[in-house]
Nanobody
Framework: VQLVESGGGLVQTGGSLRLSCAGS????????MSWYRRAPGKSRELVAT???????YYADSVKGRFTISRDNTKNTVYLQMNSLKPEDTAVYYC??????????WGQGTQVTVSS
């Protein structure tokens, strides 16, 4: 199983980026798709989660600015990030979890927001 992220980069404050994470390989019974991030000197933070049942969660820090979506036919999850702030600078990781509780992680993509 491999998760490949794309879409990171450098953007100015107030700008937008769209992250994608495509899963390939033997992914079965996929339930939860999530985005996490780790800023320099900080612990990993859950940013957004989408469940197969349609539930969505956002961290308070990104509510109203970020949107998570998924395409189950492509085993792909997206994160649309608008109104970016310097404090959003981090390495962003996607995570898939199946119904058996098995986790899969992407390699991470850097997002840098300049002030």
């Amino acid at each position: 199983v491999q998760l490949v992220e794309s879409g990171g980069g450098l953007v100015q404050t107030g700008g937008s980026l769209r992250l994608s994470c495509a899963g390939s390989g033997a992914i079965y019974r996929l339930n939860v798709m999530s985005w996490y991030r780790r800023a320099p000197g900080k612990s990993r933070e859950l940013v957004a989660t989408s469940t197969s049942g349609g539930s969505i969660y956002y961290a308070d820090s990104v509510k109203g600015r970020f949107t998570i979506s998924r395409d189950n036919t492509k085993n792909t999850v997206y994160l649309q990030m608008n109104s970016l702030k310097p404090e959003d600078t981090a390495v962003y990781y996607c995570n898939f979890q199946n119904w058996d509780g098995v986790d899969y992680w992407g390699q991470g993509t850097q997002v840098t927001v300049s002030s």
